[in-house]
């Protein structure tokens, strides 16, 4: 393969290693179309094809009615699906990437996926090789390529604005940015500045889109300004690094924009898309309320969000998702498990087809003490993707509390290999390894796994789960050595040193 020349369109590698498989928008399993779909984002058919499939409200959302934009994690679970289909379909990838250095953001994430997770070869090289396969624009994006040159940009930049707003919902943010970035040396317009704002939120580049987000609210009208300084709240509420977030901040930008909202004439605040701004600026204010302990006052809002909204139009009241899962999170804090149970039923009654929320209901099941419907609600959100690790993990630990711990490690194994990045799914695994007594089979994973990127807390029960194995065969002085290693990163811990003393007290 060869990475496409300098584009602005995203997923150059990635299609052409798609053609080569046969894999294109009209030719491809049913399964692939909502992973494609981030791949191919104008191509009509397809998108229709998805939205009309059993899909959530999420899913099936148009640019003109999205509400939640999809960030990096799903674009990744996007890859996995694609990467395993041609693994498992035609057997052992082996891909040589020439011209490395022209890889776009997102095609290179998805080759780090395919060999983590997926076990593909993949060798990058930075020369050149006329005979590599390379992705020729389809003609939908030849036609966005040629209004992307000075003489036609002024003309098209309406269009130009409609199509990367169509790769913003699909989840290609990396092209949705390029494309911001011409529009923004002939236009500087509200629609280019929301444009690039939510389109550095989704890939994490929160600090420039703080920037987007000021100079969408400073340049439109008041709906603009009312809609910029509530995604701006929302940075330092949820999407800002840890570091930067502020509650206070947060909720002193949510009452600037109600405040312009009450300031506007009654015909523009009763029209149903400034109900909407309403609803989810004090649905946002809720969040405030959440985090500091005020649930009830929280849960008066969303009550009277999701009443707002039903009397609203279909396109508007159909986002009381939103608000009625954020209810079900308030009755979960507070320790009302009935009431939070069915909220979530409520909720999947309206949009099945969300596999997270199928997670949230499982650990409120699961901590009302029904583990077997708890085990249910995750075996639903694997069911609808089963390249979520998170929805595996949590279904090895429900397995676990139900004495299947053998189940439980094969969940868990499932977790570490779709996600390798994150330790507990491999110091999960273990465990379950142990408990079900296989412990030859355990032996496998913990050579080297302790090491200094690990958190304390993790250190610590790897350190203890690796002692217990050896003491399991018999090799006392064996079992200091896991605890000694993760001493000396954490020589203060307790549970190591204890585990320490007890060890010597075998071995005495």
């Known amino acids: 393969m060869s990475a496409s020349p300098r584009s602005p369109i995203s997923f150059g590698v990635l299609k052409a290693i798609l053609k080569c498989y046969g894999l294109t928008p009209d030719t491809h399993p049913d399964e692939l179309s909502q992973s494609l779909r981030l791949v191919y984002p104008l191509n009509t058919r397809l998108a229709a094809k998805v939205r009309a499939a059993s899909t959530s409200l999420t899913d099936a959302a148009t640019s003109n009615e999205q509400i939640r934009f999809f960030q990096r994690q799903r674009a990744r679970r996007s890859y996995v699906r694609i990467a395993e289909h041609i693994a498992r379909e035609f057997g052992s990838v082996v891909i040589r990437v020439t011209a490395a250095q022209e890889l776009d953001v997102p095609s290179r994430e998805f080759l780090e996926v395919a060999v983590r997770v997926c076990g593909w070869s993949v060798q990058l090289c930075f020369d050149s090789d006329t005979n590599a396969h390379h992705h020729v624009p389809s003609p939908e994006e030849q036609r966005l390529l040629d209004m992307l040159s000075a003489f036609s940009l002024v003309e098209h930049a309406g269009r130009i604005s409609s199509l990367a707003f169509d790769y913003v919902n699909s989840g290609d943010a990396w092209t949705a940015i390029s494309l911001g970035r011409v529009l923004q040396n002939v236009e500087h317009s509200p629609r280019v500045w929301n444009l690039l704002a939510i389109a550095h939120a989704m890939v994490d580049e929160t600090v420039q889109a703080e920037f987007y987000y000021d100079r ?277 811990s307790r549970v190591l040193n204890a585990n320490r003393e007890a060890i010597l007290s075998m071995t005495a």
């Not at 609210?217 to 840890?242: E, F, N, Q």
């Not at 506007?264 to 009763?270: A, M, N």
């Not at 194995?469 to 896991?482: G, H, N, T």
């Open 216 to 492: 969408w609210g400073a340049s439109g009208l008041t709906v603009d300004a009312i809609r910029a300084i509530y995604g701006k709240a929302m940075l330092y509420a949820r999407h800002h690094p840890a570091g930067l977030r502020d509650l206070n901040r947060s909720a002193d930008l949510l009452n600037q924009a109600y405040a312009l909202i009450q300031q506007l004439i009654p015909d523009e605040r009763g029209e149903d898309a400034v109900i909407f701004d309403e609803v989810f600026n004090r649905n946002g204010f809720a969040l405030i309320l959440f985090r500091r302990g005020n649930v009830e006052e929280a849960v008066r809002l969303l009550r009277w969000g999701i009443e707002t909204l039903t009397d609203t139009g279909e396109k508007v009241a159909i986002h009381r998702t939103v608000l009625i899962y954020n209810l079900a999170q308030c009755f979960k804090q507070e320790g009302n498990l009935e009431a939070a149970i069915a909220t979530y039923r409520e909720l999947l009654e309206v949009d099945p087809h969300m596999p997270e929320y199928h997670l949230e209901a499982a650990k409120c099941l699961a901590a009302a003490g029904d583990i077997g419907s708890a085990l249910a609600a995750c075996r639903a959100a694997i069911s609808l993707d089963d390249t979520l690790a998170s929805a595996w993990a949590l279904l090895g630990v429900y397995e676990g509390e139900n004495s299947s711990h053998g189940a439980a490690a094969q969940a868990h194994a499932r977790a570490a290999s779709l996600d390798p990045g994150t330790c507990t799914h491999a110091t999960n695994l273990v465990y379950s390894l142990i408990l079900a007594e296989r412990i030859e089979e355990a032996v496998n994973y913990i050579d080297g796994w302790i090491d200094s990127t690990l958190p304390r807390e993790e250190a610590e029960r790897r350190a203890s789960l690796s002692a217990e194995i050896f003491l399991r065969q018999d090799r006392y002085p064996d079992a200091l050595e896991p605890i000694d290693a993760a001493l000396a990163l954490f020589p203060d």
